[in-house]
């Protein structure tokens, strides 16, 4: 398997501007996360699915934020309009019986500059 | 909530000596923890797990350590080589009945020197 895979890998784009992150988990996992990595906040779990349907949109910082997963291969990220403080690296990571093996599975991650 | 905490943001060693990487944790009710490994550019990588019902578990160079009556756990690795230099992050999930989300902690950065 390839594992999770996350695009782009980098985005610079311009305050205001919307921004889409993209990723497909590994075939056969329910459950899948995005978490946004900070120096100065870490690891933060932003929102989580367990078969394609949102269980906790808690970590999502604003109304700005949006995500969304159609189907079991696939999961967005959306910012509009995106700020200079969204800037950092957003992790997606996919796992199966989350609740038996508590194993992430993360992506490389998209890194986000917004100027 | 959880709260887990790193002992040292940075930790220094040279290469063959072993690394010990220290992680508090505040729910007792904890029941699983495990160690992620993150090299620059990418994302983190499981190491190694244990559950409450066992105090050490070791794999491949690397033991974990689990202190339950003080909230502590413990990632060493023997012999520690350049290719360990990383972020290695804790994370620890809640107990039957609660959350099963984990929470991380803020990372040790480990710097190997030759």
């Known amino acids: 398997d390839a594992g999770v895979i996350q695009s782009p890998r980098h985005e610079v784009t311009e305050m205001g501007q919307e921004v889409t992150l993209r990723c497909k988990p590994i075939s056969g996992h329910d459950y899948l996360f995005w978490y946004r990595q900070t120096m100065m906040r870490g690891l933060e779990l932003l929102i989580y699915?367990?078969?394609?349907?949102?269980?906790?949109d808690s970590g999502m910082p604003e109304d700005r934020f949006s995500a969304k997963m159609p189907n079991a291969s696939f999961s967005t990220l959306k910012i509009q309009p995106s700020e200079p403080r969204d800037s950092a690296v957003y992790f997606c990571?996919?796992?199966?019986?989350?609740?038996?093996?508590?194993?992430?599975?993360f992506g490389e991650g998209s890194r986000l500059t917004v100027l | 909530g959880e709260s887990v905490g790193l002992h040292l943001p940075t930790l220094s060693v040279q290469e063959g000596d072993n690394s010990i990487i220290n992680c508090a944790y505040s729910?007792?009710?904890?029941?699983?923890f495990i160690w992620y490994k993150q090299e620059s550019g990418k994302g983190p990588q499981f190491i190694i797990d244990i559950r409450s019902n066992m105090d050490k578990r070791q794999g491949q160079r690397v033991t974990v350590l689990l202190n339950k009556t003080v909230k502590h756990l413990s990632l060493q690795i023997a012999a520690t080589q350049p290719g360990d230099s990383a972020v290695y992050f804790c994370a620890v999930k809640g107990a039957s009945g609660g959350s099963y989300i984990p929470t991380f902690g803020r990372g040790t950065s480990l710097i190997v020197h030759p």
């Open positions: 729910n007792s009710a904890s029941d699983y």
């Open positions: 699915f367990n078969n394609n349907v949102p269980i906790d």
């Open positions: 990571a996919s796992s199966l019986f989350w609740s038996n093996t508590g194993e992430l599975f």
